[in-house]
């Protein structure tokens, strides 16, 4: 049987039979292929760097100093410890009007930093710019920076020259190329200045209200036996301490990386993953044609062999074999594909890695193999069981019973291997589902909507009064599932390419559109009481029209109607990190205007009646409603407030917004720094070069700098993603494809008999193109509302700004599917056409 099975194999692929479910099982693979290997690899450099990525074996991350009784039992263990203190501050380069500064991520580190991996140094710029430098033997000397490359260009500065940090200069004595813990690089914008943490009081950088973040660091020394096992210990010890103390702003980092990294590697992991999967779906939906559509064409055959005395089980044997070799044969091409692609996803990505990957393992190649296979079984084993009840009379009698109840059960199987398949690529349970929902949602509502379409055609038959639209009619009613399939897959495939082209470009507009044009480009952080006249006045004397300041006061959420708030109180990651960490509130009489109140209503301001407006998306996030207490510890001291109004921002304005707003007569007590947003007009920068100069304690924040940054690294992964997209086009083209050549043999047939009945060459043309017109509108105006459903969800849930429908998807849904279906029946049926009806008749 096997024998037969390949002589079969051999005969198919002559015939051209296998070729088009050959490629479209080959992109499907290599679409999922080529970010399995991305990602295995991006995880496995991260698994490998762990202990690089903490600088430690055990970090402990706090917003205050950590506790000394941490410290004095990591050295009871045996663990050697080391400290690194961080924070944003403005960095100062120059003479006088000649200075300039920007911002940078200071770090202080101590004696023995980092304990795991190595700090690389260069006194070359361009070498560092390229990682390429020397381990450093161990911090830098008292009195000296080293400082990233990036730091050196925007101050106009060189290695040797003197850098102002605070009260404190120091010299430029290294040009930092790698640093162990810096952690992803596009997570951190501003560029890195490191010194001696002895050098950090000198600075009178640290004032009330500053962000600094502590962290100690905990290694296991060559000379302790189990160290593993010690670190590992001593993670627990800490995790229990903080636990059982409901101590908040506290994190510990383990081995395993470090929680940002990880949770941005698993958001990319899924993102990617469900670009694949947009080429799986489209690819599945031509695999499953191109099965129909080969099972129709070997209906006689197997009806021969079955009189030639083969059984059922042999016939459906042979037909697997067949169907393995292919799969086999697709999954490993594909899987090469996918190998080959990955690179040029490390290409596009590279800025994105910071150092060399480990070599790809053999699991996702193993994984596409099973992929292929999968997509293979799922929707290609219907037909095969149809061939098996393929009767003996078949041979004279040119009929087919209607598919066996087991044989449509199998494409319940199908649909289930399909979800399984989602399930395991995407990695999120909930997003799997929905993006399964979502497909078949699609399949069955445009498949609803094109058969109301070949009923409401029914009494359009005699509006026209021409022999052509009568036969492409008829044409239509006379095949309506080979029909609405045809108008679904069209539909499926156009969607895919609509939203690659329109709607992404919609969808890019309406974000640059989201951000106005005088937005802020410029922030003042920690700006104090006595500070704020003087750098009002200065501000308006640069031309900023609208500066306004607001009192900026951090405090932690300890209590939410009576109730501590601990780990354990949310669930959700998000909830429990914005309850985890520090609250940025503000106080003020007046809302701001770009505020608007949804619930409740503004402070009264009563004496004696604390009272707070939240922002609606915490609110939602932390389950809070109105009337309800919150408890605020702010510089040691427990602060009571209600919730009296929920307000919705503009977020989009760039301006200065607040989640929480607490009334002024509860704050007169309370301690305030103050922030300010501004939109800086070219050629006043030197105006920020003095402020920093006069007043050290502020941090700038040049927004027009960082967005430019962010902006490069989201142009480098839409590269990615769009290359990625190229195999969801090849989907779609594939489907496209398959959908007009469906129904081509028996469309070759009726023209064949037609014409031997009288029709002429010019009626059968024209009625092919009526009927090729209705398909292809039909399709594009569905593709084109589904293009648009998914633009809309994207801006309203992913992107969060407004959108607005474009006539142009429908227009281009509507010309480019009916030209689609045009060109493929003539492609398809040219030769129909050409050739004398007899010889149709004797091919078909």
């Known amino acids: 049987m096997f024998k037969l099975a390949l002589k079969m194999t051999a005969r198919d692929w ?38 690089q990525l903490l600088g430690a074996d055990v970090a402990v991350s706090a917003d205050l100093p950590v506790r000394a009784a941490w410290r004095a039992q990591a050295e009871q263990r045996g663990l050697a410890l080391t400290d690194a203190i961080t924070f944003p501050s403005m960095a100062q380069a120059g003479e006088g009007e000649q200075s300039t500064s920007v911002l940078a991520a200071l770090k202080a580190v101590g004696p023995g930093y980092p304990l795991r991996g190595k700090v690389k140094i260069t006194t070359d710029a361009a070498q560092a710019e390229q990682s390429i430098g020397t381990p450093a033997a161990g911090a830098p000397a008292p009195g000296t920076v080293w400082v990233e490359p990036g730091l050196l260009g925007s101050l106009n500065a060189k290695v040797g020259d003197q850098l102002k940090l605070g009260d404190k200069r120091f010299t430029i004595a290294q040009v930092i190329a790698a640093e162990p813990d810096r952690g992803a690089n596009f997570l951190a914008f501003a560029p890195r200045v490191m010194f001696a943490l002895q050098d950090l009081e000198a600075t009178n950088l640290i004032q009330p209200g500053s962000r600094v973040n502590y962290r100690l660091l905990a290694g296991v020394p060559p000379s302790l036996k189990n160290g593993a096992t010690v670190a590992k210990a001593y993670q627990q010890w800490l995790e229990a301490q903080i636990k059982d103390n409901n101590i908040k702003g506290v994190r510990v980092e383990s081995l395993d990386g470090r929680p940002e990294m990880q949770t941005t590697l698993e958001r990319a992991d899924r993102f990617l993953s469900l670009v694949g999967l947009l080429s799986a779906m489209l690819a599945a939906v031509a695999v499953a044609m191109a099965a129909r559509r080969f099972m129709q064409r070997h209906l006689d055959a197997c009806a021969m062999l079955r009189c030639l005395g083969l059984t059922q089980n042999q016939v459906t044997l042979m037909y697997l074999i067949e169907f393995l070799l292919v799969g086999l044969i697709g999954s490993a091409a594909g899987v090469l594909v996918g190998f080959g692609a990955h690179y040029v996803l490390l290409e596009v990505l590279g800025a994105l890695v910071s150092s060399e990957l480990p070599p790809p393992t053999i699991y996702p190649g193993l994984q596409g193999l099973a992929i292929g296979i999968l997509l293979l079984a799922a929707f290609a084993l219907p037909p095969i069981l149809q061939l098996r009840k393929v009767p003996h009379n078949r041979v004279i009698r040119r009929e087919q019973d209607p598919p066996q109840v087991g044989a449509l059960a199998t494409y319940g199987f199908g649909m289930a291997g399909f979800v399984a398949l989602l399930l395991w690529q995407a990695g999120d349970p909930k997003m799997a589902l929905y993006t399964a929902l979502g497909f078949f949602g699609a399949f069955a509502l445009f498949g609803l909507v094109g058969w109301l379409g070949l009923k409401s055609l029914r009494s359009l038959r005699g509006a026209i009064d021409h022999q052509s639209w009568r036969f492409a009619i008829t044409s239509l009613q006379r095949r309506p599932g080979a029909t609405i399939v045809q108008i679904v897959s069209l539909a499926l495939g156009m969607m895919a390419l609509l939203v690659l082209t329109v709607v992404r470009g919609d969808l890019m507009t309406a974000w640059r559109n989201a951000t106005p044009a005088d937005a802020p480009n410029r922030f003042i952080i920690n700006i104090q009481p006595e500070q704020r006249d003087d750098i009002a006045r200065r501000l308006t004397a640069a031309g900023v029209r609208y500066a306004p300041q607001y009192p900026m006061i951090r405090g932690r959420l300890t209590q939410v109607n009576g109730k501590p708030v601990t780990g354990d109180t949310y669930t959700d990651d998000r909830a429990r990190g914005l309850a985890d960490r520090e609250f940025n509130l503000s106080t003020m009489a007046r809302m701001q205007a770009e505020n608007k109140i949804v619930e409740g209503k503004w402070f009264e301001d009563k004496p004696g009646f604390p009272e707070v407006s939240v922002e609606e998306g915490i609110a939602r996030t932390l389950r809070w409603k109105l009337g309800d207490k919150l408890r605020f510890e702010i510089a040691g001291a427990p602060v009571d407030v209600t919730i009296t109004s929920i307000r919705k921002l503009d977020w989009g304005s760039m301006r200065v917004n607040f989640f929480a707003i607490i009334n002024p007569a509860a704050m007169t007590e309370v301690s305030q720094s103050w922030i300010t947003a501004f939109h800086l007009p070219q050629g006043q ?31 480098q992964v839409i590269t990615a993603v769009e290359f990625l997209f190229i195999f969801t086009l090849a989907s779609g083209v594939l489907v496209l494809y398959a959908a007009l050549m469906g129904s081509q043999d028996e469309r070759t047939r009726e023209a064949g008999l037609l014409r031997a009945l009288g029709a002429t060459r010019k009626q059968l043309s024209q009625a092919q193109l009526i009927e090729f017109t209705l398909v292809g509108a039909l399709s594009g105006v569905l593709a084109a509302s589904g293009a648009a459903a998914m633009g809309w969800a994207l801006a309203t849930y992913q992107f969060k700004f407004a959108w607005s429908f474009s006539p142009m998807v429908w227009l281009v849904g509507l010309l480019a599917g009916a030209l689609c279906a045009i060109a493929g029946g003539w492609l398809g049926l040219r030769n129909v056409l050409r050739q004398p009806p007899l010889q149709t008749l004797r091919e078909a």
């Open 14 to 51: 002559r015939a051209g039979q296998l070729r088009f479910l050959l490629i479209a099982l080959t992109v499907a693979v290599a679409a999922l292929s080529a970010t399995g290997f991305f990602i295995d690899r991006l995880r496995s450099g991260l698994d490998r760097d762990a202990h």
């Open 685 to 715: 920068g030197a105006v920020m070069n003095a402020l920093t100069r006069d007043f050290p304690n502020l941090t700038i924040v040049d927004v027009g700098g960082i967005l430019r940054q962010v902006q490069a690294v989201l142009d």
